[in-house]
């Protein structure tokens, strides 16, 4: 730096840069404390009277305690957690590319008819008793059903979308019209549908985390271990489309195999989630937000401060599920939509007022 430099008072770039660098790190770094803080407490919690000591005990000393508090926290709670975590990242993620790929801040991973098909397909086997995995265990049926229809139908729309050409608006229509579709569908189901069954639809369509199990959460981190590498790789590619759109193409950018791409791991995660856990909404508008505001566009920060955001408001409405009434344990989706519809209300009035 020259003395005329220092004398105007000028910075160089790089210097400016690294300063923005380290700011976006540390705010990365403590939202990442508050979620493993945030995870800690929803271990601890519980509907059951274990007190804390003997929780605590069993996380760092399981060998210590006695075969009932190991199944406690091993066997119940510990699933229950690492769902919410992968739950949270799962669907925070499924919205920050949804947002990309369908251009719409609105956007969520549910847009599509995610939430609409993963609940008709889950109702086949709740009401009709009718399974496209008749092989499987019975405690898989519903799952495996609610996945492949979820994901059938993003990939129905996007290739159907590829080959015809359609605008980024059309696909937002066609994704409406399918929803309407399959919640006509589910409506029937439910109208056929016994006390018994109607109860149990219900309930998966508001969300649970309380039967989560090992098996789910190793699914689970399969394809969330198999796809956010990707995307980390495709971190550049992803910014130039969020920033230029279309025009990402004059940098070599094939945009069209882009946004396919985007799409199809948007619907693996949302479909894997939804299919484990029921119909959760909200984490996939909000946290994408929250990251950008908290980071700005570069997705090398945006995708991992979105997961992390989406990680910490899903265990944390899984604390407020447990604890808002003693003894109960609401439906993680009730909770989510609670503290979920005062930022969709800022968002968009918000941004109305602040355009005037």
């Not at 509907?47 to 996380?59: D, K, N, V």
């Not at 709740?126 to 993003?154: E, K, M």
């Amino acid at each position: 730096m020259t003395d005329t430099a220092l004398e105007l008072g000028q910075v160089p770039s790089h210097f400016a840069y690294q300063k923005t660098i380290r700011r976006k790190s540390w705010l990365l770094v403590t939202c990442f404390v508050l979620t493993l803080l945030a995870v800690a407490v929803d271990l601890l919690s519980g509907s059951g009277t274990l007190p804390w000591s003997q929780a605590f005990e069993a996380i760092i000393h399981p060998e210590r305690v006695s075969p009932v508090v190991h199944v406690v926290m091993w066997d119940l709670r510990m699933p229950v957690t690492i769902t919410a975590v992968l739950s949270g990242v799962g669907l925070a993620l499924a919205g920050l590319l949804m947002q990309t790929v369908l251009d719409n801040p609105l956007a969520e991973p549910f847009t599509l008819g995610i939430s609409s098909a993963a609940g008709f397909g889950a109702a086949l086997v709740i009401v009709f008793q009718t399974t496209l995995f008749s092989f499987l265990p019975v405690d898989y049926l519903l799952t495996a059903n609610a996945f492949v229809f979820s994901l059938a139908t993003v990939l129905f729309i996007g290739i159907f979308s590829a080959r015809k050409g359609l605008s980024v608006e059309m696909i937002v229509m066609l994704g409406i019209a399918v929803h309407f579709v399959f919640s006509a569908l589910l409506g029937l189901a439910q109208y056929v549908a016994d006390v018994d069954q109607l109860q149990s639809l219900i309930f998966w369509l508001m969300g649970s985390l309380q039967k989560s199990t090992w098996t789910q959460v190793g699914i689970n981190s399969a394809v969330i271990a198999v796809i956010v590498p990707v995307l980390l790789l495709l971190s550049w590619q992803i910014s130039a489309l969020r920033g230029f759109g279309e025009q990402a193409q004059v940098l070599g950018i094939s945009v069209a195999r882009l946004r396919m791409l985007l799409l199809v791991f948007a619907a693996l995660l949302a479909s894997a989630i939804t299919a484990t856990i029921g119909v959760v909404g909200f984490i996939g508008l909000v946290a994408p937000h929250v990251a950008r505001m908290l980071v700005g566009e570069d997705q090398r920060f945006t995708q991992i401060m979105t997961m992390v955001i989406g990680a910490l408001i899903m265990t944390v409405s899984s604390i407020i599920s447990k604890v808002l009434i003693p003894g109960v344990i609401l439906p993680i989706g009730m909770v989510t939509s609670l503290l979920g519809v005062p930022f969709f209300v800022w968002l968009v009035f918000g941004r109305s007022m602040g355009r005037r």
